[in-house]
């Protein structure tokens, strides 16, 4: 072809241009990629080399490099932040069901990238079981908890310490007693049955903490409110509690999971909006499980007075939860003075029987019951999947023996089987071994909050279990879901996104560990990001073990070191070169920016 002045024109290959095309596109895709986990103007954290990487993508004989960083520090405001809990940011949420106090995680543009900063005057804490009874006062320095709470013994301040003499609203005498007294009542308790546990309205977390010497795992739960720091003086303590509120919000755990639920005048209005947070107990339940109460309205005819109401509003208040209760298929259990016990269905025989019009209604297929993050309460209960009935309580092994049981529901994940179960167990007892001789400390009472942040079956924790620690076990709420069968063990854990904070306070756990997490998220979460979270919860002087390809452990240590941690590269219990562990610690150090706030 030809200009109309004679020229030629230079007619391209088509499929030249085709292809040169695509990898244009291939590229830009990749490099935004690459600059949407690792690049920050604000930071200066880059790619060194973008070929590089598309050289060797995650291969053993390449890795990820990226320039030193130096965090600054947080300001001596932030000693106690909780991002998605921030009380600076309630104002932009409702008053209504306490919506407020549910997780709201800020934005992109508003996270900090600063180290939070210890109290002034922080000490390393008292370690178990020394702890349970006593903290130092300057680690969490609250006064207002000790000043409204102290008529009821939840703690006392002693010099340098706090002190927790076991007494709650509703056991003013001592915790020991008030166990004393529900065991009487609930016989399952003392033979292994109970295992796990969860206290709604936790207070100090001194129910959980007395029932760890009688077999009985047990998170407590609170939100961030007026009484300041209720799951900062639990974990302080050495005593398993998240962050968390029954609101307009499922629960972060999955459907048929604690052996018992506990509510010690928790102020939680249970028959109101329709019963919906009463449901909401019922879903985390397991079959057979019980819901134990104490405070209003039972006992009404004896406590009225004291409550400021009548006895007949308290009888009408008693009378609705029990009917309420019976409609969900509950059974009163006992009853004896200020507790009283209900027990969950132990089969579906209830259920079949309710009339499809009943209120409250049986939930749909539309909702999966094991979905526990940012699922919506819906004004339905959860009727529990009849193929699975082993594992309600009463057919569950005791114990300890369910600890090394394979769970039912291992059939109900993908890829999941008895063999793959048995080949984890053995596969983390081994591992163990080994980072016990990495780690000399793991195993003594120098460490005793520790996470798992990625687990899977929860045989990181069954390899522990003999050791005076306990585990909170992180499955992502974007991985296969098998929490139920960490649940099923015996053993606690909970749903994240580690895109975002946790649901905890700073400063709150001795040893962090994960196992592949960055190769796993890394498309979705911002290196950095989760590195500052993991300082922002780990104790000074705590430790973090990050079992990781090659490919991302110099990265991590890079980040690492600007956040003043002291790392060093080691072999796995293999050998291999595909993959490294991290053993790190955190330093302690004092704020440089006292005079700011």
């Avoid at 922080?122 to 009874?133: E, G, L, T």
Wanted: aromatic share 12%.
């Amino acid at each position: 072809m030809k200009h109309k002045d004679g020229k030629p024109i230079n007619n391209p290959n088509k499929n030249r241009t085709l292809t040169l095309a695509i990898t244009v596109i291939a590229l830009c895709g990749f490099s935004f990629y690459l600059g949407g986990i690792f690049c920050s103007g604000k930071d200066g954290v880059v790619i060194n080399s973008i070929q590089k990487t598309l050289d060797s993508p995650r291969q053993s004989s390449g890795s990820l490099q990226i320039k030193p960083i130096s965090f600054p520090e947080c300001s001596m405001d932030y000693q106690d932040y909780t991002p998605c809990t921030d009380p600076k940011r309630w104002r932009k949420y409702g008053i209504y069901r306490l919506t407020l106090l549910e997780r709201h995680c800020p934005p992109t543009f508003e996270r900090k990238e600063c180290l939070v900063p210890p109290p002034d005057g922080y000490k390393p804490p008292i370690r178990w079981p020394k702890s349970r009874d006593e903290c130092w006062y300057r680690n969490v320095p609250y006064d207002w908890i000790n000043t409204q709470k102290s008529n009821q013994h939840w703690l006392k301040k002693e010099g340098e310490k706090f002190l927790f003499p076991g007494g709650g609203t509703m056991f003013p005498n001592g915790v020991g007693e008030y166990v004393d007294y529900m065991q009487d009542i609930i016989p399952e308790m003392k033979d292994g049955t109970v295992r796990t546990a969860i206290d709604t309205g936790c207070g100090v977390a001194s129910w959980g903490g007395d029932l760890l010497d009688r077999g009985i795992l047990t998170i407590s739960l609170a939100p961030r409110d007026n009484h300041e720091a209720q799951v900062q003086f639990a974990l302080e303590r050495g005593i398993p509690a998240i962050l968390g509120v029954i609101s307009t919000q499922r629960l972060p755990f999955p459907s048929n999971s604690f052996d018992m639920a506990h509510c010690s005048r928790c102020l939680i209005p249970w028959t109101e909006f329709g019963g919906i947070y009463l449901m909401e107990i019922h879903r985390i339940l397991r079959p057979g499980g019980f819901w134990v109460l104490s405070g209003p309205p039972v006992n009404y005819e004896k406590r009225w007075k004291g409550w400021n109401t009548t006895v007949e509003e308290q009888r009408s208040d008693y009378e609705k939860l029990q009917d309420l209760l019976t409609s969900m298929c509950f059974k009163l259990y006992n009853k004896k003075d200020d507790i009283a016990v209900w027990q969950k269905a132990k089969d579906n025989n209830c259920y079949d029987k309710l009339a499809k019009e009943t209120y409250p209604p049986k939930c749909d297929d539309s909702l999966e019951p094991d979905s526990g993050w940012y699922t919506p309460l819906r004004p339905c209960f959860v009727v529990p999947n009849p193929t699975y009935m082993k594992s309600d309580l009463t057919h569950m092994p005791k114990w300890p023996e369910r600890l090394h049981a394979t769970p039912e529901r291992v059939t109900t994940v993908l890829g999941a089987s008895t063999s793959a179960f048995s080949h984890d167990n053995s596969k983390w007892k081994k591992r163990i071994q080994h980072y016990k001789k990495l780690l000399p400390e793991l195993g003594t009472n120098k460490i005793r909050n520790v996470m798992d942040m990625n687990t899977v079956y929860g045989s990181f924790a069954a390899a522990l279990i003999n050791d005076p620690l306990w585990v909170m076990n992180v499955v992502s709420s974007y991985a296969p879901n098998t929490l139920p069968l960490v649940y099923d063990r015996g053993l606690i854990g909970t749903f994240h996104d580690w895109c975002e904070a946790f649901s905890t306070y700073p400063r709150t756990y001795d040893l962090l560990h994960l196992d592949g997490l960055f190769s796993a998220e890394s498309h979705r979460c911002e290196l950095k990001y989760v590195l500052l979270e993991m300082d922002r919860i780990l104790r000074p002087g705590g430790n973090a073990i990050i079992r990781e390809s090659t490919f991302f452990v110099d990265a991590v240590a890079t980040i690492a070191k600007g956040m003043r941690w002291v790392c060093r590269k080691e072999n796995t219990e293999y050998g291999v070169d595909k993959e490294k562990i991290l053993i790190c610690q955190k330093k302690l150090w004092q704020s440089s920016n006292k005079g700011l706030r």
